[in-house]
């Protein structure tokens, strides 16, 4: 897939959207994107999976792993793409850990995938519950990097579908609080 059919993919099933937007990061953005909007469609799902696997399969992975909640369909999907097995972390005492008798063994080469990466922090989270294990992350593989370009993940290599520059903002300089425009957070409408 190009990158022009992933943002068309996105735009069809309005997972691209404009207003006042709460991020996860805590940041405020003009524009978000909502996964699920395109995940819901397991087609859509597998295609765009497919594309991910397609950009990491020289890596020898031996497994695919991927934060949950976004990150769980897609580790499923890119795995069954590589022929490898699929797992994810999820948050337990606010950092992102390996639960339900999920291991992996030392040297183990592992795929990180994400859904949609503003700042980087819960795959960075993910890279160290992956090492804390001694597996060896060989790539970030990510839907959309709304970063700006800035993200790093050190010495893993990351890849995305699709690249999108959206300005954010911090609370205390969002010129859309100031303007009173209404915050949609997570889904919820309020202030």
Known sequence: MTEQEVRQLFLETNAIMEGHFLLTSGLHSPIY???????QHPAYTERLCRAL????????????VGPMTGGILLAHEVGKALGTRAIFTERENGRMTFRRGFTLSPEERVLIVEDIVTTGGSVEEVIEAVRAFGGVP????MLVDRSGGIVNFGTVPHKALFHLTVETFSPDDCPLCKEGKL????????K
């Open 33 to 39: 994107v909502e996964k699920f909007n395109v995940l």
């Open 53 to 64: 696997a397609g950009k990491f399969a020289g890596e020898a992975v031996d497994t695919v």
């Open 138 to 141: 060989v790539g970030v593989g």
């Open 183 to 190: 915050m949609t957070k997570r889904g919820r409408t309020g």
